[in-house]
């Protein structure tokens, strides 16, 4: 038997042109429109520019990447008679997606929402003094006692923040503790550790004042209860009430995103199609070192829609 997860991807998926493959689906157009019209913001044409500045600032990726992810949700279902997936998640802001697509909030309501989270995040670090590094090859415990012995220091905060797939962890916090940390990491064996160029060191302490604005603008949004199951960041555990789903997006700001326990929920479940809905092939990538024997799919063009079609015959 078939059971198959809708996966959403968060930053650092986004690229120019991403959705040119999908850009003759009526719906598609109709889904940025919309949050054009929201934010006053010609998304479809800052996809097309010449450069990515504009799409990798936060404020404009990730109500884009939710934008680009939903539409292309929309599409799947238009081509597939609304065939409604088994689960779906997402990785960080992909959480957003993964809720507008369970029908737990309106698409226009959550693109204004990221926008504010997008907001929140920038002001709580100041540019310049967050930082973010990838961890690889070492064990999450490793990873997690050399940010504790570099916080006990006194450096600054420092904290594993995405455990993305065995052997794959993100670490955030202030600059320097970040930096001293990337050097106690080289020690205890990582094979690579790689600052990565993010102004914003999300998931991590720092975001607190971000998160404390967020339930503000949380409780001004109408929820309802999910169509789909949906697995959350914080706990890997499948949402089963509007109150553990707000306490998850607040909590989401300052907290580890759970990813590799995430898919591994969606096995214990008996998924065995994980399907990577949007723009970009990462998830796809860590999910493979997760979940071996689960088929994977990026969803992405007509060809993969069809593709996933058949597949699910």
């Not at 404390?212 to 199951?229: A, S």
């Amino acid at each position: 038997m078939i059971k198959f997860a809708f996966v959403f991807p968060g930053q650092g998926s986004q690229a120019l042109k991403m959705m040119d493959a999908l850009a003759e689906i009526n719906v598609v157009r109709d889904t940025f429109n919309q949050a054009s019209d929201a934010l006053a913001i010609d998304f479809w044409a800052m996809l097309q520019e010449e450069n990515a500045e504009n799409i990798n600032q936060t404020i404009n990726t990730q109500p884009l990447l939710l934008t680009a992810s939903y539409a292309t949700y929309l599409a799947w279902l238009e081509k597939s008679a609304n065939r409604l997936p088994d689960f779906v998640a997402g990785h960080s802001l992909g959480e957003y997606s993964a809720l507008v697509a369970a029908e737990v909030l309106d698409f226009v309501d959550a693109v204004k929402l990221v926008r504010k989270r997008a907001e929140y995040m920038q002001e709580a670090v100041r540019p310049g003094e967050g930082g973010m590094a990838a961890v690889l090859g070492l064990a999450d415990e490793l990873v997690v006692e050399a940010c504790a012995e570099v916080m006990n220091s006194g450096v600054g905060v420092v904290q594993g923040v995405n455990f993305n797939s065995p052997g794959q962890v993100v670490i955030a916090g202030s600059k320097a503790a970040v930096d001293q940390a990337v050097e106690v990491l080289k020690a205890k064996g990582a094979r690579k550790v790689m600052p990565l160029p993010v102004s914003v060191p999300s998931h991590c302490d720092l975001m607190k004042p971000a998160a404390e604005k967020l339930v503000l603008e949380l409780n001004n949004v109408n929820f309802n209860q999910p169509k789909i199951p949906v697995v959350q960041n914080v706990n890997a555990a499948i949402a089963n009430n509007i109150a553990s789903i707000k306490d998850g997006l607040v909590k989401q700001l300052y907290s580890p995103v759970l990813w590799t326990n995430s898919v591994k929920t969606l096995a214990s479940h008996g998924v065995n199609v994980i399907v990577e809905c949007g723009p970009g092939k990462v998830l796809s990538g860590l999910n493979k070192r997760i979940h071996e024997e689960a088929s994977l799919l990026n969803l992405n063009s007509l060809e993969t829609i069809s593709a996933l079609q058949e597949q699910l015959k």
